[in-house]
């Protein structure tokens, strides 16, 4: 299984961010970060989880034998949202969740995606690099 840990952060909320996001494949690590220009911290733990997508559709030989890719995010609103147990009433959200779910898609895997704690989330710290 691929565990993505995704995390997103803004400075200022709204203001400029980053997208971060740790792919982990048994002890194997890839780690990024793109810079967002203006975004909440809600846009920004979406666009970590689209970004992180899109890695993997361009990455394909990280999943090519994997059947499950397990997402971990430290919001809470994301994972519920993504998981169709919240209801998503900001329209920017709504575009945000449609794309992840037409991402996940593409990879024709089964994509989970799960609430753990910003401790636990490995893509956290990659705030904090220069």
């Not at 709204?14 to 890839?30: E, F, I, R, S, Y």
């Not at 909440?40 to 990455?59: D, R």
């Not at 990879?107 to 220069?130: C, H, M, Q, S």
């Amino acid at each position: 299984m691929i565990i993505i840990y995704t995390d997103g952060a803004s400075s200022g909320n709204p203001g400029p961010g980053w997208a971060m996001w740790v792919v982990q494949k048994d002890k194997k690590l890839h780690r990024e970060r793109v810079k967002l220009e203006y975004c909440t911290n809600n846009e920004a733990e979406y666009l970590s989880v689209l970004h992180a997508l899109k890695w993997l559709i361009t990455n394909h030989l990280w999943h090519r034998n994997e059947k499950n890719i397990l997402f971990k995010l430290d919001s809470l609103l994301v994972v519920k949202q993504l998981n169709g147990e919240w209801k998503l009433k900001d329209e920017r959200m709504r575009t945000y969740a449609g794309e992840a779910h037409t991402l996940a898609a593409r990879l024709e895997k089964k994509v989970t995606f799960t609430y753990i704690p910003r401790e636990g989330n490995l893509a956290d710290e990659l705030k904090y690099e220069v």
